[in-house]
């Protein structure tokens, strides 16, 4: 059977934009995490989305600090995800579905529809899963990592 030249160049070049994206998170010194689109893309401002559950297990696998570092972002926001949940009325922590440098939800109301050039209402904002995704990717680093330390620092904090 003949390589899939093309499936190991695609996979190779998202490889490269993981490290690239997340590379200075390595130090641990970055209250950061990998921004949608990594580091090429306009089109969501550099918020941090709930897209992290497809890079956690390469990264937590491959490149545990970078991992470390992403679930410690989200850990620092725990109070304004408990907050926005208890302003709607729920228990627990409620993450942004895009988070803003402070925690808080940065979703915009209106989206520019390109087929229509109208602006629609965007209620993307009320995406409730990413608080899942977020002790899913926890458990995962766990599960690979076995780090205590973090996990009774921050990872017990955040849904692990």
Known sequence: MAPDVTSQKLLRVNIFQLYVSGAALATGDLDASIGARGLHGE???GHIFWDEIYMMPYLAAHAPAVAKAMLTYR??????AQQAARELGYQGAMYPWQSGADGSEQSQRLHLN??????D???????RH????IAYNVWLYDHLNQ???FMQTS??????
């Open 130 to 133: 990413v608080s899942l995704a």
């Open 114 to 119: 390109p087929l229509t050039n109208q602006f």
């Open 43 to 45: 089109a969501y401002r």
């Open 155 to 160: 990872g017990e904090k955040n849904g692990g």
């Open 75 to 80: 850990a620092k926001r725990l109070p304004q």
């Open 121 to 127: 209402p965007d209620e993307s904002n009320r995406q």
């Open 147 to 149: 780090d205590a330390e």
